[in-house]
């Protein structure tokens, strides 16, 4: 199985900071990387896949990047909503795995 | 519009075999490439992938839950049924239904439903 190890676990920011999560795999999984949110008491929301594409209707300010084994998600200005929990999941090959999830709090 | 709702017992004892079904509409499973997939969360903790099942029947599960796990469909209904035997406390967690088209992240979700084993 390919683990995805996410960091930090926990990050504690202000409304319009910048904030970066990153998700590593344990071998190579080219751009077949998914991000998620998931607000508490929610089901998961795909926010990005295929390393930096957005889902329709996800806001600009989210990005992502990386290739091979190194992945980022980056929010540039944190807004209020995006408070939440965030997966990276690696789609290349099954089983499927996910991240252990950053948890995004308010400061 | 796409929808997915997962209803099954939420309540289930130790060593009992549990079903799940996925109740989905907006799509077909009929179609080239669909998929639909179950992926859980115990409380607190991470997701955890679980089945899938393509629109040609075919199916892959998670090496560590396939002795215990079968996802069968049903398009003429748009369903999606899992079943998980020998159920443990540790198998306590919200169950989510989720449909992939073409690649493997999932673009739709159910609200989930959690499943305690209890005795």
């Known amino acids: 199985d390919i683990q995805m190890t996410q960091s930090p676990s926990y990050v504690s920011a202000s409304v319009g900071d910048r904030v970066t999560i990153t998700c590593r795999a344990s071998?190579?999984?080219?751009?077949?990387l998914a991000w998620y949110q998931q607000e508490p008491g929610k089901a998961p929301k795909l926010l990005i896949y295929?390393?930096?594409v957005l889902q329709s209707g996800v806001p600009s300010r989210f990005s992502g990047s990386g290739s091979g084994t190194d992945f980022t998600l980056t929010i540039s200005s944190l807004q209020p909503q995006d408070f939440a929990t965030y997966y990276c999941q690696q789609a290349i090959n099954f089983p499927l795995t996910f991240g252990g999830g950053t948890k995004v709090d308010i400061k | 519009q796409i929808s997915l709702k997962e209803s099954g017992p939420t309540l289930v004892k130790p060593t009992q075999t549990h079903t799940l079904t996925c109740t989905f509409s907006g799509f077909s499973l009929n179609t080239r490439g669909a998929g639909v997939g179950w992926i859980r969360q115990p409380p607190g903790k991470a997701l955890e992938w679980l089945a899938v099942?393509?629109?040609?029947?075919?199916?892959r599960y998670s090496p560590s839950l396939k002795s215990r796990l079968t996802i069968t469909k049903d398009t003429s209904k748009n369903q999606v049924f899992l079943t998980m035997t020998n159920m443990d406390p540790v198998d306590t967690a919200t169950y989510y239904c989720?449909?992939?088209?073409?690649?493997?992240?999932?673009?739709?979700w159910g609200q989930g439903t959690l499943v305690t084993v209890s005795s």
């Open positions: 295929a390393t930096s």
């Open positions: 989720v449909y992939r088209h073409g690649s493997n992240w999932y673009t739709s």
């Open positions: 071998q190579g999984i080219g751009t077949w």
């Open positions: 099942i393509f629109w040609d029947d075919d199916k």
